[in-house]
Structure formats: C-alpha cells, structure tokens
C-alpha cells in the first residue's frame, strides 16, 4: 500500500483523508466511482500540495463528481448542519488539510447524530483520545449532540 493510498481512509460508506493532490484526486475518484461528491473544508486559496478549489472543483466536474466548498464556521454546529444534507445523501470524500480535525469532526458530529456513536467513541476512532489539542475547541458541540 503506497502512501498515496493510505491517504484516503474508510468510514462506513464515505471516505475522508489530508489534502489531495491533483494526481490522488483524480486516481482517487477514477478508483473510486461509488464517490458521488467531494466536499473541501480546508482553505481557499492553494493548499500545501497546490491544489485550490478552482482546480479541484475542475478535477470533480471532469470525473462527474459533485464538488463543495465548506471553510470552516466559529458556529460549529450550524457548519456541521449545513454538510449534514450531502453526508446523509451522497458518498463523500471530504478533506482538510491534515484530514484530522475539521473533518473529524465532521464525521463525528455524523456519527452521534445518526448513528448513534457515543463521544467516547469517536474520540478514539480521531485519535483524539491520544492527541487533541486542536480538536478540543468541537468537544463541547459534540458533547451537546441532541
């Protein structure tokens, strides 16, 4: 298994990962064709792999794949709500920078709300359990999931 693989992980029927780059999103998606849509959390401008979202949406239309942008929102529960609608009806592979935070939570918030995974639960399958110092500012939303 190449690094370039180990870059896109499973969850349940969706995938997440770190940034793509232009050659893994396109590999990705011809891989992958029960991937409906992609949807960005990260900036943007170019990311570190110098992907932006003007060519990544381009890369998504070529392939028949929906694309969207989601930055990031202070009011994490209504971002997460805004994405609900696409998770919940589409295969995803969403991404940020680092694949770690932004769409742990992403997935996390998914996974208490309609699956019914506990905190703890996710916590560990984030990895947060081991380190979050970034992710801690989404634990009070998650705690609140109703």
């Given at each position: ?43 943007s401008g170019k990311d570190s792999n110098g992907l932006g979202v003007v060519q990544e949406s381009i890369i998504c239309d070529q392939a028949g ?82």
């Open positions: 298994e190449t690094f370039e693989q180990k870059r896109f992980k499973r969850v349940m029927y969706d995938y997440r990962s770190a940034e793509p780059t232009r050659e893994s999103l396109k590999q990705f998606l011809k891989d992958h064709p029960e991937v409906t849509t992609v949807i960005r959390l990260n900036n794949v929906q694309f969207y942008y989601y930055p990031m929102i202070k009011n994490y529960e209504e971002w997460a709500k805004s994405i609900m609608p696409i998770m919940l009806k589409e295969n995803v592979l969403i991404h940020c920078h680092h694949g770690y935070d932004r769409t742990g939570f992403i997935f996390a918030y998914k996974l208490m709300k309609y699956h019914g995974y506990s905190f703890d639960q996710v916590r560990k399958m984030n990895g947060w359990d081991k380190y979050d110092k970034y992710s801690k500012k989404f634990y009070s939303t998650l705690q609140n999931i109703k």
